[in-house]
C-alpha cells in the first residue's frame, strides 16, 4: 500500500527544492460539494470514479501549524490528541509519505467547523496539513501538485486547496498524474449557503466505507458517474451565467440521486433522520411559495441550503435555526 503512494509522491515532488524552515502553518477551507465525490476507481491513490465540483466555505475550515520534533503529538483544537485516535494515526500515517522532511512531527491542528458533523472537517484538514508541509519544507508547489497531494489524504481535500468554485478532474491514468483539482470562474459575491446542523454525532458508517460499499452492491449506481458528469457541466454552465434556478436544481438532484444509491447498498446506507426529512419536505414547500432555495446534503443527515443574498430573510425566517455562511467573504 505505502510503496505506491511513496511513489506517486516522489513523482509529484519531482524537480521540488527542499528549504526546510522552523515551522510550516496555513489555513485551507472547508468545501460543500454542488456535483458530488461518490466513489474510487483506485482505493491506494485515492482516485474516484467521477469528477466533482464544489465551493469552498470562505473563512471556515482547518488551521494547521507543523514543526518537526523528536516525537510525534497531535493536538486538536488546544487540546492533546490521544495518539491511539483515528484522527491522530490518519494525520501521522500520511506524514509517513514524507520522510525526506522528517521522521517525526509536532501537529497543531484548529478547526472552526464540527469534526465529522458531515461538513466535511478532512477536506480542509489533509488540505491545510498539505498547506503546512508545503511552507515547512519551501518547495514552493503549485496548486495543482498540492491538490494531489491532498487527494491522497482524502478525496475532497483535493478541492479545499483553493477558494471559490472548484472542480476535482477525475482523470484517466492508472498512476493518478491527472487527478487534480482547479479553481474555475470568478466571484460569485451574493452566493449563500445555509447549514441545518441537525445531529453533530459520529455517523455509523463512514464515507470512505460507504462510498466502497455503494460501489461493490448498489445496482442504482451504474447511472451514478454518467449522472455526475451532466451535473457538472449543468453547474459550470450555470456559475458562468450566474443562472442560480439551474445550479440549485441540478445541485439538489445531484445530492439526491447520490443518497438513492447509498440506499439501495446492501446493508443499506441511509444518513438521512427524521429531522433530514422534514427539512427536504419544508425546502419544497417554501419553494412552491416562489423562495429560489435548494438543498444539498453529504453523508449525513445535515442539510445545506443555497440561496441568493436577496432571499436570506426570508430564507432565515423559513428556517430558524440556520447558519449563513457567505463564500466569497
Ligand atoms: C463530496 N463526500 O463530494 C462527497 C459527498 C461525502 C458525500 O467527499 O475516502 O472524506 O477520504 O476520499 O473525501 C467525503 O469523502 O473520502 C466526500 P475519502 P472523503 O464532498
Redesign the pocket.
Known sequence: MIDIQTQFVKNVLEGAGLSLKDSGSAFAPS???LS???G?RDPEL?LPINS?L?ISLGNLGTKTKIRLADADSVSLNGTPVDLNDGFAIRTLEFLKLFPMVGTHFEVRTENNIPTAAGL?S??SGFAALVLALNDLAGWELGGRMLSMLARL?????SRSIFEGFVQWHAGNCDDGSDSFAEPFSKPWNEFRIGILELSNARKPVG??DG?NRTVQTSELYKSWPAQANRDIETIRTAIHTQDFPTLGKAAENNALA?HATMMSAWPPLLYLQPESIEMIHQVQRVRAEGLEVYLTI??GPNIKLLFLEENESQVAAAFPRLQVIQPFG
Open positions: 468545501n460543500i460539494a458530488k465525490y461518490w474510487k485515492n466533482s464544489s466535511a478532512s477536506a489524504g482524502s478525496g475532497s481535500a464515507s470512505r462510498m447520490m453529504d453523508a
